[in-house]
C-alpha cells in the first residue's frame, strides 16, 4: 500500500525558515518524480515544487521561487521542501504527492502557519 | 501561466442524477510528445484529494465507471452518472502539461 507521511509543519514567525519532510513507503521511491501541492485554508490546490526521481529535474511555483527548496534522499526514501523567507501567504496545508504530472497518491497534508 | 476556468463553481445534484462539469484552458493542453496531461481529482470534505482520470480519459485504479472524462485540446469534461453520497466534495481538473502546472478552481458537488 503507497503511504505519503508528512511532518515538520507548525506556527512561525513571518521571515523564518521551516523544513517539511514526506516519508514514502509501499512503492520504489526512487522511481518516482514527487511533488509538493499546497491549499491555504478553505481555498483551492496550488501546485508548488516538482522533483524528478533522480533529482536532476526541479520545477517551482513563481509564488515560492528563491525562497523554497525541494530536495530528497532516495535512500531514507523521504522528499523534503526546505522554506525560507516564509510570508503569512504561506500558510497552507502542505501535501506531498506521487508522480510527476498524475499525481496519483497524496499524504494526509501537514500544516504550516505563518504568523506572528 | 495555463489558466484552468472550472464551471460551474456549484453544482447542486439529487442522488442517482447524473452531472458534468467543464474545465477549459487558457491554452492547448496538447505535449510535445503527443499526450494531454489533463486530470481530475476529487476532494472529499476533510480528506486529501483522490486521482480520480488521469490524461483526460482514464479511470486511475479502483474508480467506478461512473465516471468518465473526456476533450481535448483546451476544452474538458468530467461526467459522473448515478451520482452516489461518496461522490460529494470539490472536484478539481489539474493540467501538467505546462510548468507552472496549475489547478481549476473547483466545483463543489453538493446535495439538492
Known amino acids: 500500500e503507497v503511504q505519503l507521511v508528512e511532518s515538520g509543519g507548525g506556527l512561525v514567525q513571518p521571515g523564518r525558515s521551516l523544513k517539511l519532510s514526506c516519508v514514502a513507503s509501499?512503492?520504489?521511491?526512487?522511481?518516482?518524480?514527487m511533488n509538493w501541492i499546497r491549499q491555504a485554508p478553505g481555498k483551492g490546490l496550488e501546485w508548488v515544487a516538482y522533483?524528478?526521481?533522480?533529482?536532476?529535474?526541479?520545477y517551482y511555483a513563481e509564488t515560492v521561487k528563491g525562497r523554497f527548496t525541494i530536495s530528497r534522499d532516495n535512500a531514507k526514501n523521504t522528499l523534503y521542501l526546505q522554506m525560507t523567507s516564509l510570508r503569512s501567504e504561506d500558510t497552507a496545508l502542505y501535501y506531498c504527492?506521487?508522480?510527476?504530472?498524475?499525481?496519483?497518491?497524496w499524504g494526509q497534508g501537514v500544516m504550516v502557519t505563518v504568523s506572528s | 501561466d495555463v489558466l484552468m476556468t472550472q464551471t460551474p463553481v456549484s453544482l447542486p445534484v439529487s442522488l442517482g442524477g447524473q452531472v458534468s462539469i467543464s474545465c477549459r484552458s487558457s491554452?492547448?493542453?496538447?505535449?510535445?510528445?503527443?499526450?494531454?496531461?489533463l486530470h481530475w481529482y476529487l476532494q472529499k470534505p476533510g480528506q486529501s484529494p483522490q486521482l480520480l482520470i488521469y490524461?483526460?480519459?482514464n479511470r486511475f485504479s479502483g474508480v467506478p465507471d461512473r465516471f468518465s472524462g473526456s476533450g481535448s485540446g483546451t476544452d474538458f469534461t468530467l461526467k459522473i452518472s448515478r451520482v452516489e453520497p461518496e461522490d460529494l466534495g470539490v472536484y478539481y481538473c489539474?493540467?501538467?502539461?505546462?510548468?507552472?502546472?496549475?489547478f481549476g478552481g473547483g466545483t463543489k458537488l453538493e446535495l439538492k
Open positions: 504527492a506521487r508522480r510527476g504530472g498524475q499525481l496519483d497518491y
Open positions: 509501499g512503492f520504489t521511491f526512487s522511481n518516482y518524480g
Open positions: 522533483i524528478s526521481s533522480g533529482s536532476s529535474y526541479i
Open positions: 491554452q492547448s493542453l496538447v505535449h510535445s510528445d503527443g499526450n494531454t496531461y
Open positions: 490524461r483526460v480519459s
Open positions: 489539474l493540467q501538467s502539461t505546462h510548468f507552472p502546472w496549475t
